[in-house]
């Protein structure tokens, strides 16, 4: 890890990032999967103007759209301003490759937004388990969460009993990074969206979590899977016994 990041080629990544292929699907131009864009409608100033155009289907579209944010990237004078470029879904992919170049710093303020900011961070294709438990490994616990976090972490005692609410989307992915210290909450991910989903509670030596995070009320832990034990099928706690 540098001691200073290296926002040269932080840049250069951001680059190569926008210089991928955008994804299209059904609901496209509207809708698009790029690092740098979720819809292939664009504001662009072309011809004397402002406008609004499909960089989908027009070559010169996005070629404009690409010098536009290409000036954008170069004119960003941290990793962090970068990042906020990014189109979020493509928040930790960004990460995954600048992190050689990032700052422990950097490193630990862009993980935190990013992995909160991200609809579904434990089945992001793009990073193994083991790649996002080496990043928060890597990350300061001081700018990874704030002084709250932080000490509710420290207050926990070991073993703790932690819970995760899957739903027939996710149900092959119990052994996860995330879980919560709460079952109402991991109730209502199993439930969500109109499932009857499963809710698991394990335990978990503190010593394995890797933060906590609840800027969302969620009670978010964050573990190193494999040391997850006693994973099994939980039942309600018990009235005045489950954490809050």
């Known amino acids: 890890m540098q001691k200073q990041t290296d926002l040269k080629e932080v840049k250069s990544v951001a680059v190569a990032l926008l210089m991928t292929d955008i994804h299209e699907n059904t609901f496209s131009p509207v809708v698009v999967q790029h690092p740098f864009t979720s819809s292939g409608f664009v504001g662009l100033k072309r011809d004397g103007s402002f406008q609004i ?36 879904p493509y928040g930790l992919t960004f990460l995954k490759y600048t992190a050689p170049h990032l700052s422990q710093e950097d490193l630990s303020h862009i993980l935190s937004s990013a992995w ?8 992001d294709s793009n990073l193994s388990k083991r790649q996002l438990v080496s990043l928060f490994r890597s990350a300061d616990p001081s700018v990874l969460m704030d002084e709250e976090e932080r000490q509710a972490l420290a ?90």
């Open 155 to 244: 207050g926990l005692d070991s073993p703790v009993t932690v819970y995760r609410g899957v739903t027939s989307y996710n149900e092959k992915n119990v052994r996860a990074l995330s879980w919560t210290l709460n079952y109402e909450t991991a109730k209502w991910f199993a439930t969500r969206f109109g499932e009857n989903g499963t809710v698991y509670e394990a335990q978990v030596d503190k010593g394995h979590i890797l933060a906590l995070f609840n800027g969302r009320n969620e009670a978010e832990v964050i573990v190193d899977p494999k040391f997850l034990t006693n994973i099994e099928q939980a039942d309600a706690p018990e009235m005045g016994l489950e954490m809050k």
């Open 116 to 123: 909160i900011m991200s609809e579904n961070p434990n089945a």
């Open 53 to 88: 155009l499909d960089i989908t289907r027009d070559p010169e579209n996005l070629r404009l759209w690409q010098k536009q944010v290409r000036e954008q990237i170069e004119e960003a004078d941290s990793a962090f301003r970068i990042y906020m470029m990014v189109n979020k």
